[in-house]
């Protein structure tokens, strides 16, 4: 795989061209027999971590790139090939369900999900420092910021200490959509998914170009707790 500098780079995610591939889990290969894609384009990216969950979910995880030598390879530098914008929660830890390893994915993960300037300089910093063809806004099942948020909505009172920081940062996504039909927290999950995935296009230029120019695409997904699978929303 070939890096440029990231003057010449443009590599962001296209949001719609690629779904298809999203509602598909791909068929996991005998253990041992696959070749990882070098993950030059969104497809091959978005293609790889489908792989690694496929794997993740029938048990046969083979938890690439944790050794010793790629310690010491990746000492010299790294080109992660994947950004990854996902919850705090310690049940979601994406190079688990992801079956990936050491300096595959740049993650960056936060209670709710949530971009703020800070996150959504780290996603830039990877955009353009390494190249990376995709970026995944990962929500999940029964996330305990949005029901937080759903609580503090509902009740009037106000988070203790920075935990008011989440929730007023979740309220304008959240509120909308409870008195929608179905369930609150799950409607919410999926609202905050969409949104995220709009603020990296709306706040950031760097994104927004290369998305436009197809060398980058943005995935919103959610993360089933029951089963470990990860399906697209947004």
Not at 24 to 48: H, K, Q
Not at 128 to 144: A, D, K, N, Q
Not at 184 to 195: F, H, L, R, S, W
Not at 215 to 232: C, E, K, P, S, W
Request: glycine fraction near 12%.
């Amino acid at each position: 795989m070939k890096y440029y500098n990231p003057s010449r780079r443009s590599l962001l995610v296209g949001g719609g061209a690629l779904l298809a591939l999203g509602t598909t889990v791909l068929a996991s290969p005998a253990s041992g027999a696959e070749v990882e894609s070098t993950a030059a384009t969104p497809a091959d990216a978005w293609r790889r971590l489908l792989r690694g969950n496929q794997r993740f979910v029938t048990g046969h995880s083979r938890h690439p790139h944790q050794g010793l030598e790629d310690l010491h390879r990746l000492a010299a530098g790294q080109h992660p090939f994947a950004v990854t914008i996902g919850c705090a929660d310690s049940r979601v830890t994406p190079e688990i369900l992801f079956d990936q390893g050491l300096g595959d994915l740049f993650d960056n993960r936060v209670a709710g999900n949530v971009i703020d300037d800070l996150l959504l300089g780290s996603v830039e910093f990877a955009v353009e420092e390494f190249g990376t063809p995709l970026i995944l806004v990962l929500g999940h099942e029964r996330c305990g910021a949005i029901t937080a948020t759903i609580d503090a909505i509902r009740s009037g009172s106000p988070a203790p200490g920075h935990i008011g920081t989440i929730i007023d940062s979740l309220r304008p996504i959240v509120e909308p959509v409870l008195s929608q039909p179905g369930g609150m927290v799950e409607n919410a999950v999926g609202a905050n998914i969409g949104a995220q995935v709009r603020a990296l296009l709306e706040r950031s230029s760097i994104v927004a170009e290369r998305v436009h120019k197809g060398t980058l695409r943005i995935v919103g997904a959610r993360y089933d707790l029951d089963n470990g699978m990860v399906t697209v929303v947004a």
